[in-house]
């Protein structure tokens, strides 16, 4: 996503508050750019059950994938065991974010005014 604003692209990591960030940066969507990339990424194990518990607890049709009704464990032995095929919001951060972007561990966000 580029922000013309900034001068600056944001790289899209899934799982990683990528629709909340984009909301509030109010970029475009671009293809490939030449401006300074940046992204942001998210402690391993908070990525894994946000995943789990979007992508299969809290879905009817379970993951994308056509996994059975699995639990944590299984879900992230699943994972480990097929990390080669696995969806990009499970898939390692360090093979989907590009290697000339700046890296920000992903925090804590506080929306003040809100409760």
Known sequence: MYIETEKVAYFVIPKNACTS??????????QKTSKPVF?????PHDRIVSCWCQKLRDTKDGFKL????LGFEDFVLWVCNNIGIVDHHAGLQSKIAPKNAALYRLGIFVLFGET
């Open 39 to 43: 992204t942001f990424i998210r402690e």
């Open 66 to 69: 056509g996994l059975p009704d």
């Open 21 to 30: 960030i984009e909301a509030a940066m109010g970029g475009k969507r671009v």
